[in-house]
T-cell receptor, first 113, second 112 residues
Framework: KNQVEQSPQSLIILEGKNCTLQCNYTVSPFSNLRWYKQDTGRGPVSLTIMTFSENTKSNGRYTATLDADTKQSSLHITASQLSDSASYIC????????????FGGGTRLMVKP | EPEVTQTPSHQVTQMGQEVILRCVPI?????FYWYRQILGQKVEFLVS????????KSEIFDDQFSVERPDGSNFTLKIRSTKLEDSAMYFC??????????FGSGTQLSVL
């Protein structure tokens, strides 16, 4: 069964600190892995999309890594800001079709002043 | 940046009533989706729509659900006879070919 597991479930950090969120998946075949940011009561917003051949991708203070051999990904947030407080969701797809996306449960990040 | 627009943002209905959730996908997008997220749970796929027909649907999308693209801009999800367990945040999403998926802000449906 295709699964995406994220850790930790929740995380509290101080403003300005860095953090790393983890994602393990068992989706096969594999086409791409996406990280989304979801503010409370809002829809997910895409941060990064990585294909099988990509090891790392950055979007501002967000850097995602992918190890397709171990089926692990991480999202590193640098110099956190209060506005980074949100759920971060790892989503894996066996193809480009949005219907085949497998969503992780998310990591709820709270950045405190 | 272009947006997927969903209305209403909140919908409260009585069990057994019909509801229609509305979405306006990004104008040059070709693929349209409905997802739902029950409070505290993962986002779940409901249905995908391409070329004016359903391309795939999940087990959740039973006979009580239907989708329509009535006028080339709107994309609607209808639930004919709502149940308590239909209470969730419903997200519409769209994409152009091989590009990232854009989600709307969702409609929070509460069935009483």
């Amino acid at each position: 069964k295709n699964q995406v597991e994220q850790s930790p479930q929740s995380l509290i950090i101080l403003e300005g600190k860095n953090c790393t969120l983890q994602c393990n998946y068992t989706v096969s075949p594999f086409s791409n892995l996406r990280w989304y940011k979801q503010d409370t009561g809002r829809g997910p917003v895409s941060l990064t999309i990585m294909t099988f051949s990509e090891n790392t991708k950055s979007n501002g203070r967000y850097t995602a890594t992918l190890d397709a051999d171990t089926k692990q990904s991480s999202l590193h947030i640098t110099a956190s800001q209060l506005s980074d407080s949100a759920s971060y969701i790892c989503v894996v797809s066996p193809n480009n079709a949005g219907n085949m996306l497998t969503f992780g449960g998310g990591t709820r990040l709270m950045v405190k002043p | 940046e272009p947006e997927v627009t969903q209305t209403p943002s909140h919908q409260v209905t009585q069990m057994g009533q019909e509801v229609i959730l509305r979405c306006v996908p990004i104008s040059n997008h070709l693929y349209f989706y409905w997802y739902r997220q029950i409070l505290g749970q993962k986002v779940e796929f409901l249905v995908s729509f391409y070329n004016n027909e359903i391309s795939e649907k999940s087990e959740i999308f039973d006979d009580q659900f239907s989708v329509e693209r009535p006028d080339g801009s709107n994309f609607t999800l209808k639930i004919r006879s709502t149940k308590l367990e239909d209470s969730a945040m419903y997200f519409c999403a769209s994409r152009r070919d091989n590009e990232k998926l854009f989600f709307g802000s969702g409609t929070q449906l509460s069935v009483l």
